[in-house]
């Protein structure tokens, strides 16, 4: 069975930095890409950065790029979102999807979020001003 589980999410001041992790487990191999998504109350869910398999490449939101930080341990089936100089319009639920289908980001459909086919419940990330 196949579980994938989202943490660090929290309460973060402007300017504060926060790491997000997220565990799938259950998966046959390691040949995936991965990515991290969010949704703000009445906001579409948007990309924010993908990761090929290998973790040789990766692609971010141009909102997040230079503060935001998406790595990969395979070893431990672990994806990391490191997230520097949050800003409130960083706010959102985060979320971690697989997309067991494709081991690389197509560079323009990867944030289509139908592409992927394991998500997790999310963990909240809150930047006060």
């Known amino acids: 069975q196949v579980q994938v589980v989202e943490s660090g999410g929290g309460l973060v001041q402007a300017g504060g930095s926060l790491i997000l992790s997220c565990i799938a487990s259950?998966?046959?191999?390691?040949?995936?890409?991965m990515a991290w998504f969010r949704q703000a109350p009445g906001k579409e869910r948007e990309g924010v950065s993908c990761?090929?398999?290998?973790?040789?490449?990766?692609y971010y939101k141009d909102s997040v790029k230079g503060r935001f930080t998406i790595s990969r341990d395979n070893a431990k089936n672990t994806l990391y979102l490191q997230m520097n100089n949050l800003k409130p319009e960083d706010t959102a639920m985060y979320y971690c999807?697989?997309?067991?289908?494709?081991?690389?980001?197509?560079?323009?459909?990867?944030?289509?979020?139908?592409?992927?086919?394991?998500w997790g419940q999310g963990t909240q990330v809150t930047v006060t001003s």
């Open positions: 259950g998966l046959a191999a390691d040949t995936y890409r």
């Open positions: 999807a697989a997309d067991t289908t494709r081991p690389i980001c197509p560079v323009r459909s990867w944030r289509d979020g139908l592409d992927y086919n394991y």
């Open positions: 990761i090929s398999w290998s973790g040789a490449s990766t």
